[in-house]
Every structure is written in C-alpha cells, then in structure tokens.
C-alpha cells in the first residue's frame, strides 16, 4: 500500500435503508489519493440536485428535473458567497 500499511488512502461507502426509510441510501467517497471535484448530488424520483465545488461553500447549484429517461430541464443558480468577517482570513 502507498502508506506502507499504516495509512488508508481512500475509503468508500455504500449505505441504504436509514431506519424507518428503507428507500434511501447515499454513497461517500474519500480519497487523499486523487484529485476528486468535491461535489454533492442529491438524487430522487424527479430529479437531482447537484452542489458545485467547492461543496463545504458551494457558489452554484444546479437542480435537474427529469422529463423522461434522457432529457431533463435544467437551471443553474449562482449566487455569492458572504463577505469574510472581519479579523478571517481567506485563504490564498
């Protein structure tokens, strides 16, 4: 292994069935092997919703209703984030 044993790159998950809604389930990647775009969907029956990277302060969305099984009508939403309080510091 890249971390000779001790370290673990990478885990995945596969969840399903969260207690009285057994219809749900996620799944989580997390890597400190990969570049990986950092962003979250949120999947259902009529659709997605897709947070941009970075997804801890995301700056767009995009939400995605299904019109059949190929096609969609999406729309996009940017907005800013809020200013950096006063005495932070953004990082470079």
């Known amino acids: 292994a890249a971390g000779g044993g001790r370290v673990d790159w990478s885990v995945a998950a596969g969840l399903s069935g969260f207690g009285d809604r057994p219809a749900l389930s996620a799944t989580v990647l997390c890597t400190l092997d990969a570049s990986t775009p950092e962003e979250v969907v949120y999947t259902g029956k ?14 767009r969305l995009t939400l995605s209703i299904a019109e059949g099984r190929e096609a969609s009508t999406d ?11 006063a005495g932070a510091t953004r990082p470079l």
Not at 46 to 59: D, E, N
Not at 75 to 85: Q, S, Y
Request: aromatic share 4%; hydrophobic share 30%; proline share 20%.
């Open 75 to 85: 729309e996009t939403l940017e907005f800013a984030l809020p200013p950096v309080p």
């Open 46 to 59: 009529k659709g997605t919703l897709r947070l941009h990277r970075p997804a801890h302060t995301p700056s």
